[in-house]
């Protein structure tokens, strides 16, 4: 094998089991900045040593053990006398007499726990939202600070201290990147789910930029869904939401034309979906419900984006069961933004003077002020009601509010299918 592809292949192998790493040395040393460093130089060592030695048969626990040889080191460089490192310290002067294989019996004895502590850590609700989606990208997702700078359209630097932060917060916050138990891990689900979806989110829908859509978020999203269905197999809102990000993403391909400009749903090329991720959207949504998580909230999007993907034209789309989804979903989640995809369901079901009637209670909601998707969808119930003026008005006021480009050229498109505006 040429040196190349052997260097391709240890970036591949550490890209797989970095969060795996990370999980481990943070759980044993209760500091996940030092896990992180430990991670990367058994990265080095194996650059150094599997070029002339080849690939090992269980590379995760090879460099795993690499990890613990150098962590043994720095504690005896440090000659730490606190009590905890001392404990530290005993624990892996055992390891490092222990054999590859031990090792690994050891790892797989514990390391679902493991992996999913560090994601309910990097996902502590004492952390922001955008510091959770940065830390879990980081050592979850195996992104460097470059890939999810350019991912969320924000500077390296604003992303390298937003991680730094949120280690030293966590840090403080003394937390000891176990699963939580009983409450407190329903709770903490709940951030988590919320973490992957937000990044999903900034994938499928761009909040700024020239790019409608950012397929790589919609793929690291999904990656983390799966990881964590694989290590709570019996959690029905996991599958839900990975029912619900697998369904969304078969649409990814018919959201944009050529040109890059928006397609709406209605107007795509249902041949461009993808059907394999619809099929295993549909299995995810199954398992979600057979689970009793029917009335969960990612699984009730699961089921209304379920109604499309089911639909083999526009006009088979099975509307009043929307509306109807929405209505117990809005009883769940009660929030301006539900009520505005509800008021745009009503309006297909039972016609557009249904969903202005919905629209119109909404417009004094302080978290739609200045949201364009209000006045967007507002237009679109005034044109398809044949009030072309109001509707134009609407188009454009819901263009100067947006911050993606491409969205802002769709919605003054609109605008200009209404007709000309009329002279005051």
């Avoid at 999980?23 to 080095?44: I, K, T, V, Y």
């Avoid at 989804?325 to 009503?346: E, F, G, M």
């Avoid at 364009?372 to 509010?401: H, I, Q």
């Amino acid at each position: 094998m040429a040196a190349t592809d052997i260097q391709r292949t240890i970036e591949t192998v550490f890209r797989i089991e970095q969060p795996r790493l990370i999980a481990g040395l943070a759980r044993m040393l209760r500091d996940m900045g030092r896990a992180e460093e430990l991670a990367q130089d058994a990265l080095l060592v194996a650059l150094a040593e599997w070029p002339a030695r080849g690939v090992p048969d269980n590379p995760g626990a090879w460099l795993m053990a690499a990890a613990k040889r150098r962590a043994i080191d720095g504690l005896r460089r440090d000659k730490m006398r606190a009590r905890k490192h001392e404990e530290i310290g005993r624990d892996l002067e055992t390891a490092r007499d222990t054999s590859v294989e031990d090792m690994e019996a050891a790892m797989d004895d514990d390391v679902g726990d493991e992996l999913l502590g560090l994601i309910f850590t990097a996902c502590h609700p004492v952390l922001s939202p955008d510091a959770r989606a940065a830390l879990t990208l980081r050592l979850i997702g195996g992104l460097g600070t470059d890939e999810i700078a350019r991912a969320f359209l924000t500077s390296e630097p604003t992303i390298a201290q937003r991680i730094v932060r949120a280690k030293k917060t966590i840090g403080q916050a003394g937390l000891t990147f176990e699963v939580p138990r009983g409450s407190e891990r329903a709770g903490r689900l709940a951030s988590v789910l919320e973490v992957i979806y937000l990044i999903f989110n900034e994938g499928y829908a761009a909040t700024r930029g020239e790019d409608l859509v950012r397929p790589a978020l919609c793929d690291e999203a999904r990656r983390l869904g799966r990881i964590l269905a694989g290590l709570a197999p019996e959690e029905p809102e996991v599958h839900g939401l990975l029912a619900l990000m697998e369904i969304q993403s078969s649409r990814l391909a018919a959201r944009t034309a050529r040109d890059g400009s928006f397609v709406p749903l209605p107007e795509q090329n249902r041949a461009r979906w993808d059907h394999g991720m619809i099929a295993r959207g549909l299995a995810a949504l199954d398992r979600a419900e057979a689970l009793g998580g029917a009335d969960g909230p990612y699984a009730l999007q699961a089921a209304l984006a379920a109604c499309h993907a089911r639909a083999l034209t526009p006009e088979a789309t099975d509307w009043p069961r929307i509306a109807g989804l929405y209505d117990r979903l809005r009883t769940l989640l009660p929030s301006p933004v539900v009520d505005l995809n509800r008021a745009v369901a009503h309006s297909m079901a039972f016609g557009p003077e249904a969903g202005l009637a919905i629209a119109d209670q909404l417009a004094e909601a302080a978290m739609l002020r200045n949201y364009a998707p209000l006045p967007a969808a507002r237009g679109d119930f005034l044109f398809r009601a044949g009030r072309l003026e109001e509707a134009r008005a609407e188009f454009v006021r819901a263009a100067s509010l947006t911050r993606n480009e491409g969205e802002r050229r769709f919605l003054l498109g609109r605008a200009e299918a209404c007709g000309p505006a009329a002279m005051p």
